[in-house]
Structure formats: structure tokens, C-alpha cells
């Protein structure tokens, strides 16, 4: 298990981490800009080539007792891991993080005057040109702890548009994030402007005070988002017909989703044999990927490896990636990729099924929904013995599969238990044709699954085919095929 000793202040470097050059705040002037300069500001003045931006992270726990303590609330300590996971993931150079003990929201300052000082402190004993506040802050806020500070102030919600900014790829992954940071940015124009107070001349020479610099930039930022949404849709229906394409070969759509840095891309490699991007680091993979992965029985399915969940992800990204979440909601089975060796497994399990839920996926749907504990490999003996006890408990659809994607464990279970339950819902053929009949072979590729293929000594082919359950009586009306029992059916 991970966890972080409690302690005041926990000084910390990541100056052997690749540096890079901060970009100034967004511009509005309708050019596209790279993913970086339009998230969330990081301030360029405190990032010169080779020397990291330094900042402070600070975790605010507010402090509840009775029956709020659950199962699905995190540890002060495992949110310190997170927060400084999420700074270290764009290469700041985290000099210092605390933990802020709250027993209320302060409205103008979200802490309290003597934590503010207390912080102040750590900000200028360590020459932090930045500050992060894993909560979410409103602008007046952010505005009144950069004032007592002296240095620029984020929360969560912006420091997750920056790694998202900084890993979109795609063109779809630039635009969603864009949209999402224009619709967080137009929110604080009155924070993070300082000509705002300038206004336009009106039509003609005695015309009246005109229209004001933020009325000016509020109308950019909409015109520019407008734009985006139409951009999007375009997408969404490029991906519609992408989907559709893929159910006319028609193999199954299996999709990984899990919470961030639980090992989603590592499996994803281990069963594709692909080279996703994968390492110890939060939203290392952004963008989808989708790749042909050939089952224990010889079935092909198409795995997707999505962007990793997180709490409190900000709204703003979930409606943003909408379009890359149907990739999900259209799956014929989703894998829930769980890291079993974490403190927070169940918390982080929760804020996954949350996620789900908003998609209008039903958690407790095992019937398309499988468990994967990823990382056993982590586990002490009485940590996986517990686990194993654990996993036995579960009957049916409900039981886990415990595997590490790292090691290989568990893989043909895994394997298996998709078989199988892709299995349920598709139909086996046996169907015959003349050796002449090659548009009927030709037909019967691009429309089933060809689970087997013999020749007779006669000349004629043997096949078995899956499809599912609406096409298996056009293939008998046709052919004349016969129903076999599913491979793998229970």
C-alpha cells in the first residue's frame, strides 16, 4: 500500500523531471494555438528554460465525523499523493505540500486567516512562483490568495485543464479541451484580466461609452466556443459512423475505463501487444485508442483504451468529452480496471461508478460490466491471500478477476471470462456452401464472425459463425444454417 506520512509541510523536488517552457494566459484573436497555451496560464515568468516552475500544493480536509466516515472517503494523506501526482504529471517542481485542516469554507478566502499566513510562509521561504489548491475556488477567491500570497493561485479544476491541454493529441482531444477551458475561463474574466476596465468608443463621434474590453472578450470566448460545439458535433458523427462501420464486421466492442493511473493502458498493451503509452503517471493516456485483440477461442473483439476518470473531475471535461465517452456507452462490455493495491481502492471505485452512472451506465450491471483488480503483483502474501478470500466470496457476474498487467497474471481468466460473456449474447452457426459460392463467403466475412472454416472432401465449406441475435435468422433463412451452442456459454 502507498501512503504519505501526515506532517505540517513535506518539502519535495521533481527537478530531475524534463522541463519545459510555461506559455503565457489564453489569447482570443481566432488563430489556433498549441494545447498548452490555452490551458490554464501557468505563470511563464517563473519558468525559464531548464528551471521548472516551483509550486506549493495545498490539500484542504475538511474535518467530518459520525456517520459521514465511509469506505468512499479518502485519506488526507492518499489525497496529498493525488495532489502532488497531479503537479508532478505536468512537470512543476513541487517544493512544498501540506494538508490544511478546515472546519468551514471561508468565503473570501476558502481557508482560514491564520492558515493563509501559514502558507504565505511556505510560499516565500521556498521562492514559489505558484500555488496549488487542490479544491475548487471561486474567482474572488483565487483573487484574494494571489493578493496575500504574491503568487499565482490554481485549483483543481484548472491544474487538470493544463494535463489535459498538454496531452491532447488529436484534434478532437484539442478541441474538447479547449472547449472545456474556454467555458472555465469565461467564469473568471473579471479575475484573470487586468485591461478589463477599458472600454470601446459607440457608433458615431458622440456616441455613448460603447462596449466595455470584458463584454469585448466575454463575446470572443463565446463566438470561439460556438465554434468549437460545431466542431465537435462534426466529430461526434464522424465517430457515429465510425461505430457504425465497426458493428457491420461485427465483432464486440470491449472498453476499458477505470480511474486515472490504475493500469488501464499497461493491460490495454498486455492483451493488444500495442505500445499505448503507459507509465506511473496521472492522464498519461488522453486520447482513445482502439485496437483488434484475438480471444482464447479464436473470437476478435476490438478493445478501447479511454482517458482515466478522477474525483472530482471537473464538468466542464466530462461534457467536453462526451463524444469520446460514447466510445463507452456503446461498448458491448466494459472493463473496470481497479488498482487493488492502492489505499483508496474503494474510494476511487466509487468515483468511477459515479462517472459511469452520469453516462447512464448502470455499475451494477455485471452482466456487461466486469471487475479487473489489477496489480496484484504489488500485494504482500497476506494482502493477496485477503484478496483472493475476498474475490471467492463473490458468486457469479459479481466475482472479480484478480490480474497484474505487469507480470501476466490472471491474463487467460481474463480472457476467458470475456469469451464467455460475449458468448451469452451471440448466436453459433453452422452453415455449408458450394465451393463456387464465393459472394456467399464473401458475404458471410464481412457480416459474422468466422469462428472456423473446413474444407470437405466433397469441395464444400464448413463454417461456424457468431452474430448476434438479430442477424442469426436472415444467416438461416440464406444458408441454411444450423445453431450450435455458443463457445464458452455457461
Given at each position: 500500500?502507498?501512503?504519505?506520512?501526515?506532517?505540517?509541510?513535506?518539502?519535495?523536488?521533481?527537478?530531475?523531471?524534463?522541463?519545459?517552457?510555461?506559455?503565457?494566459?489564453?489569447?482570443?484573436?481566432?488563430?489556433?494555438?498549441?494545447p498548452a497555451g490555452r490551458t490554464a496560464g501557468l505563470p511563464a515568468e517563473h519558468a525559464?528554460?531548464?528551471?521548472?516552475?516551483?509550486?506549493?500544493?495545498?490539500?484542504?480536509?475538511?474535518?467530518?465525523?459520525?456517520?459521514?466516515?465511509?469506505?468512499?472517503?479518502?485519506?488526507?494523506?492518499?489525497?496529498?499523493?493525488?495532489?502532488?501526482?497531479?503537479?508532478?504529471?505536468?512537470?512543476?517542481?513541487?517544493?512544498a505540500a501540506l494538508t490544511v485542516s478546515l472546519s468551514?469554507?471561508?468565503?473570501?478566502?476558502?481557508?482560514?486567516?491564520?492558515?493563509?499566513?501559514?502558507?504565505?510562509?511556505?510560499?516565500?521561504?521556498?521562492?514559489?512562483?505558484?500555488?496549488?489548491?487542490?479544491?475548487?475556488?471561486?474567482?474572488?477567491?483565487?483573487r484574494n490568495l494571489e493578493k496575500a500570497w504574491s503568487a499565482k493561485v490554481i485549483d483543481r479544476t484548472a491544474l487538470i485543464l493544463e494535463i489535459f491541454g498538454q496531452r491532447a493529441r488529436t484534434k478532437e482531444g484539442v478541441l474538447q479541451v479547449e472547449l472545456a477551458h474556454l467555458n472555465y475561463q469565461r467564469s473568471r474574466l473579471v479575475r484573470s484580466w487586468t485591461h478589463l476596465e477599458r472600454q470601446r468608443g459607440g457608433f458615431g463621434f458622440l456616441g455613448g461609452p460603447g462596449e466595455t474590453q470584458i463584454e469585448a472578450d466575454r463575446r470572443l470566448i463565446g463566438e470561439r466556443i460556438v465554434k468549437i460545439e460545431r466542431e465537435l458535433e462534426q466529430v461526434k458523427r464522424t465517430r457515429a459512423l465510425h461505430r457504425a462501420s465497426r458493428k457491420k464486421v461485427p465483432y464486440p466492442i470491449v472498453a476499458l475505463v477505470g480511474y486515472t493511473n490504475a493500469g488501464k493502458s499497461t493491460l490495454f498493451n498486455r492483451l493488444t501487444r500495442a505500445e499505448v503509452r503507459a507509465q506511473d503517471l496521472l492522464f498519461a493516456t488522453l486520447d482513445p485508442t482502439l485496437r483488434a485483440v484475438q480471444l482464447s477461442g479464436g473470437e476478435r473483439v476490438i478493445l478501447s483504451d479511454t482517458v482515466g476518470f478522477i474525483s472530482d473531475l471537473p464538468t466542464q471535461l466530462v461534457a467536453a468529452f462526451r463524444a469520446t465517452l460514447e466510445e463507452v456507452i456503446e461498448a458491448d462490455l466494459i472493463l473496470h480496471v481497479r488498482d487493488v493495491s492502492h489505499e483508496d481502492a474503494e474510494a476511487q471505485a466509487h468515483d468511477v461508478e459515479q462517472v459511469l452512472s452520469d453516462l447512464d451506465i448502470d455499475p451494477a450491471d455485471h452482466h456487461r460490466l466486469i471487475e479487473v483488480w489489477n496489480k496484484i503483483d504489488q500485494l504482500d502474501e497476506d494482502g493477496r491471500t485477503r484478496l483472493f478470500n475476498t474475490v471467492s466470496r463473490r458468486e457469479g457476474e459479481a466475482r472479480p478477476i484478480p490480474v497484474s498487467a505487469l507480470t501476466g497474471e490472471g491474463m487467460d481468466t481474463l480472457l476467458a471470462t470475456i469469451s464467455t460473456r460475449l458468448g451469452r449474447d451471440r448466436v453459433m452457426l453452422s452453415v455449408e456452401l458450394e465451393a463456387p459460392d464465393g459472394e456467399g463467403l464473401s458475404w458471410l466475412y464481412r457480416h459474422s464472425e468466422v469462428m472456423d472454416r473446413r474444407e470437405g472432401e466433397d469441395?464444400?465449406?464448413h463454417l461456424v459463425v457468431r452474430v448476434p441475435e438479430d442477424r442469426a435468422e436472415h444467416i438461416e433463412r440464406r444458408f441454411g444454417a444450423r445453431r450450435m451452442k455458443a463457445r464458452g456459454a455457461a
Amino acid at each position: 500500500m502507498r501512503s504519505r506520512p501526515s506532517c505540517p509541510a513535506i518539502p519535495c523536488s521533481s527537478s530531475s523531471r524534463t522541463r519545459r517552457r510555461r506559455r503565457p494566459d489564453l489569447e482570443l484573436k481566432g488563430s489556433r494555438r498549441s494545447p498548452a497555451g490555452r490551458t490554464a496560464g501557468l505563470p511563464a515568468e517563473h519558468a525559464t528554460e531548464g528551471d521548472a516552475t516551483r509550486v506549493v500544493v495545498i490539500v484542504p480536509h475538511h474535518a467530518r465525523r459520525g456517520a459521514e466516515e465511509d469506505a468512499t472517503r479518502r485519506t488526507p494523506e492518499a489525497r496529498l499523493d493525488e495532489a502532488v501526482g497531479l503537479a508532478l504529471a505536468i512537470d512543476l517542481d513541487v517544493v512544498a505540500a501540506l494538508t490544511v485542516s478546515l472546519s468551514q469554507v471561508r468565503p473570501a478566502t476558502y481557508l482560514g486567516t491564520g492558515k493563509v499566513e501559514e502558507v504565505g510562509e511556505q510560499v516565500s521561504a521556498n521562492e514559489a512562483g505558484l500555488v496549488f489548491v487542490d479544491a475548487p475556488l471561486s474567482p474572488v477567491q483565487q483573487r484574494n490568495l494571489e493578493k496575500a500570497w504574491s503568487a499565482k493561485v490554481i485549483d483543481r479544476t484548472a491544474l487538470i485543464l493544463e494535463i489535459f491541454g498538454q496531452r491532447a493529441r488529436t484534434k478532437e482531444g484539442v478541441l474538447q479541451v479547449e472547449l472545456a477551458h474556454l467555458n472555465y475561463q469565461r467564469s473568471r474574466l473579471v479575475r484573470s484580466w487586468t485591461h478589463l476596465e477599458r472600454q470601446r468608443g459607440g457608433f458615431g463621434f458622440l456616441g455613448g461609452p460603447g462596449e466595455t474590453q470584458i463584454e469585448a472578450d466575454r463575446r470572443l470566448i463565446g463566438e470561439r466556443i460556438v465554434k468549437i460545439e460545431r466542431e465537435l458535433e462534426q466529430v461526434k458523427r464522424t465517430r457515429a459512423l465510425h461505430r457504425a462501420s465497426r458493428k457491420k464486421v461485427p465483432y464486440p466492442i470491449v472498453a476499458l475505463v477505470g480511474y486515472t493511473n490504475a493500469g488501464k493502458s499497461t493491460l490495454f498493451n498486455r492483451l493488444t501487444r500495442a505500445e499505448v503509452r503507459a507509465q506511473d503517471l496521472l492522464f498519461a493516456t488522453l486520447d482513445p485508442t482502439l485496437r483488434a485483440v484475438q480471444l482464447s477461442g479464436g473470437e476478435r473483439v476490438i478493445l478501447s483504451d479511454t482517458v482515466g476518470f478522477i474525483s472530482d473531475l471537473p464538468t466542464q471535461l466530462v461534457a467536453a468529452f462526451r463524444a469520446t465517452l460514447e466510445e463507452v456507452i456503446e461498448a458491448d462490455l466494459i472493463l473496470h480496471v481497479r488498482d487493488v493495491s492502492h489505499e483508496d481502492a474503494e474510494a476511487q471505485a466509487h468515483d468511477v461508478e459515479q462517472v459511469l452512472s452520469d453516462l447512464d451506465i448502470d455499475p451494477a450491471d455485471h452482466h456487461r460490466l466486469i471487475e479487473v483488480w489489477n496489480k496484484i503483483d504489488q500485494l504482500d502474501e497476506d494482502g493477496r491471500t485477503r484478496l483472493f478470500n475476498t474475490v471467492s466470496r463473490r458468486e457469479g457476474e459479481a466475482r472479480p478477476i484478480p490480474v497484474s498487467a505487469l507480470t501476466g497474471e490472471g491474463m487467460d481468466t481474463l480472457l476467458a471470462t470475456i469469451s464467455t460473456r460475449l458468448g451469452r449474447d451471440r448466436v453459433m452457426l453452422s452453415v455449408e456452401l458450394e465451393a463456387p459460392d464465393g459472394e456467399g463467403l464473401s458475404w458471410l466475412y464481412r457480416h459474422s464472425e468466422v469462428m472456423d472454416r473446413r474444407e470437405g472432401e466433397d469441395g464444400r465449406l464448413h463454417l461456424v459463425v457468431r452474430v448476434p441475435e438479430d442477424r442469426a435468422e436472415h444467416i438461416e433463412r440464406r444458408f441454411g444454417a444450423r445453431r450450435m451452442k455458443a463457445r464458452g456459454a455457461a
